[in-house]
């Protein structure tokens, strides 16, 4: 039989308040049973179901972490015009692929985030992501606009690069062979 160890139990406050807004907002009353109800299942989700903690040793910099930002700002917009021209040019052709990219870092939090800012750039989607050797697998609208399978992969790398440089430590960035200084 499994005995529970309560001790081990870790809950993080503001994101019980955020599951319980949410809980509040999906029944669309805000009532004291809501609420009440709203804080139960946001403590019963990290009692019984913990997301594993994922280390950040980074270091924030908000030059690198603006840059970040405005290009991701940027891509989102021109990509947006772009997929909207795929959509209204009727004899365009597009050929989709789906290119694999070696990311640098193995960490949980950076492939993450790589792939989130690529996923959110319309006509492009990262399909899979492997954490055990940090490869990204990106289905792209149309490989011949994107400028092909190498330009994919220089453009997940460049995103990589900026957002290590905008929150890794010092460490990270040099075990991928990056300065916080290089130009963006």
């Known amino acids: 039989m499994r ?5 081990k139990i870790r809950v993080s406050v503001p994101t019980v308040i955020w599951i ?3 809980w509040v907002l999906l029944w669309g009353q805000v009532s004291p049973g809501n609420i009440v109800a709203g804080l139960l299942v946001g403590l019963s989700v990290q009692t019984f179901l913990p997301l594993p903690t994922v280390g950040y040793h980074g270091r924030i910099r908000p030059r690198r972490l603006a840059n970040l930002i405005s290009r991701f700002a940027f891509d989102l917009v021109v990509a947006s015009f772009q997929v909207a021209w795929l959509a209204l040019d009727p004899r365009h052709n597009t050929r989709s692929a789906i290119v694999g990219v070696g990311l640098r870092t193995e960490s949980d939090l950076y492939l993450a985030i790589v792939g989130e800012i690529a996923s959110l750039v319309p006509g492009s989607v990262v399909v899979e992501a492997l954490r055990r050797n ?3 697998y990106v289905h792209v609208l149309d490989l011949d606009r994107a400028g092909g399978v190498e330009a994919v992969r220089e453009n997940i790398l460049a995103i990589e690069k900026r957002v290590l440089q905008a929150i890794a430590s010092d460490q990270e ?3 991928v062979g990056l300065q916080a200084g290089d130009a963006p």
């Open 173 to 175: 960035l040099a075990a």
């Open 134 to 136: 940090g490869m990204v």
């Open 3 to 7: 005995r529970w160890r309560l001790s």
């Open 20 to 22: 319980t807004a949410i």
